[in-house]
């Protein structure tokens, strides 16, 4: 068999994609390796009818809703190539199993790659966030932290002024800061550190302060790290696709790469921002690019 089009990952914009093609009477496989990356978030938050919804139940949700179309096989498999064929891409998973489709969405996502820093990962998720947007609500008008060795990290702090006044800013022992943003932080009282992190520490599973290099400690009970994005599996490079300056790949704003026949949906073409329902809404939207290119090819 051929499927009209394969989706290679299961979160909300592969789902949504394969909702979309599944009603639209195409024959569809995702294909879902069952490792979502916010399985550590307690909550997804900025979804309508959906605001704080645990990752899995809204996950089981969506697999439940795909199931319901005859059209669509949802695949709990990982694939490991990818290759471009007469008949448009063959894919095979970690077993051997070989699956063939006209059309390709990868849905894979991308993965964040955050500082060294002790103590984070068990706080990640409890206490230590990377999207405003998500979790600055649960953390308003607390003592917080914004930790960053990127540019944007000017841009985060003025933006986490509008959840907390009580803010420090730290580069970690990097130069992300110019001597203007510093100026302009220090003029909203703003204190910033500049010694590297030697770690986070915590109380009962939650942030109680942070540790500097030279011994300093502050005291906080949450905060933000910017993490330096990464795609999650290499396949969108190997077949060719041409990225972006930003470390995503290029689509003509509907989810068409510069590879026929190959698309993407969520945050692996345009990296940030990173949330539930952009991801969905953008699954949505290349899913009928796949269904409007189908339509073409066979009328």
């Known amino acids: 068999m051929i499927y009209d089009c394969a989706i290679i990952g299961g979160g909300p914009a592969g789902l949504n994609a394969a909702l979309i093609i599944g009603r639209a009477?195409?024959?569809?496989?995702?294909?879902?390796?069952?490792?979502?990356?916010?399985?550590?978030?307690?909550?997804?938050?900025?979804?309508?009818?959906?605001?704080?919804?645990?990752?899995?139940?809204?996950?089981s949700i969506a697999v439940e809703e795909v199931k319901n179309y005859p059209s669509v096989d949802h695949l709990q498999t990982e694939v490991i190539s990818v290759d471009i064929t007469q008949f448009g891409f063959e894919?095979?998973?970690?077993?051997?199993?070989?699956?063939?489709?006209r059309k390709l969405i990868l849905a894979t996502g991308i993965k964040e790659i955050y500082p060294k820093i002790e103590g984070f990962y068990p706080l990640y998720g409890k206490s230590l966030f990377n999207c405003p947007y998500c979790d600055g609500w649960?953390?308003?008008?607390?003592?917080?932290?914004?930790?960053?060795?990127?540019?944007?990290?000017?841009?985060t702090a003025k933006l986490l002024l509008n959840w907390s006044k009580d803010l420090v800013v730290c580069t970690n022992g990097k130069a992300s800061l110019s001597d203007e943003n510093r100026k302009q932080l220090k003029s909203k009282?703003?204190?910033?550190?500049?010694?590297?992190?030697?770690?986070?520490?915590?109380?009962?599973?939650?942030?109680?302060?942070?540790?500097?290099?030279?011994?300093?400690?502050?005291?906080?009970?949450?905060?933000?790290?910017?993490?330096?994005f990464v795609q999650s599996v290499p396949f969108a490079e190997r077949l060719g696709c041409e990225r972006t300056e930003s470390g995503g790949f290029k689509t003509d704003g509907k989810g068409r790469s510069t590879i026929p026949g190959l698309y993407f949906a969520g945050d692996a073409s345009y990296v940030a921002p990173s949330q539930v329902v952009f991801a969905a809404a953008d699954g949505s939207r290349t899913a009928m690019s796949v269904n409007m290119d189908l339509t073409e090819e066979d009328f």
Not at 29 to 54: E, Y
Not at 140 to 145: F, N, S, T
Not at 195 to 222: M, W
């Open 138 to 155: 649960e953390l308003q008008d607390q003592p917080i932290v914004v930790v960053s060795e990127y540019p944007n990290l000017f841009h």
């Open 91 to 101: 894919l095979q998973d970690s077993v051997g199993t070989c699956l063939q489709a």
């Open 25 to 59: 009477r195409r024959s569809v496989a995702i294909l879902d390796n069952n490792k979502p990356r916010n399985a550590v978030t307690h909550a997804s938050h900025g979804f309508i009818t959906r605001d704080g919804v645990t990752p899995d139940e809204f996950r």
């Open 189 to 228: 009282d703003i204190m910033i550190m500049d010694q590297p992190i030697s770690a986070f520490i915590d109380k009962n599973g939650q942030l109680e302060y942070i540790r500097f290099a030279d011994g300093t400690q502050i005291p906080r009970v949450g905060g933000f790290v910017t993490p330096n």
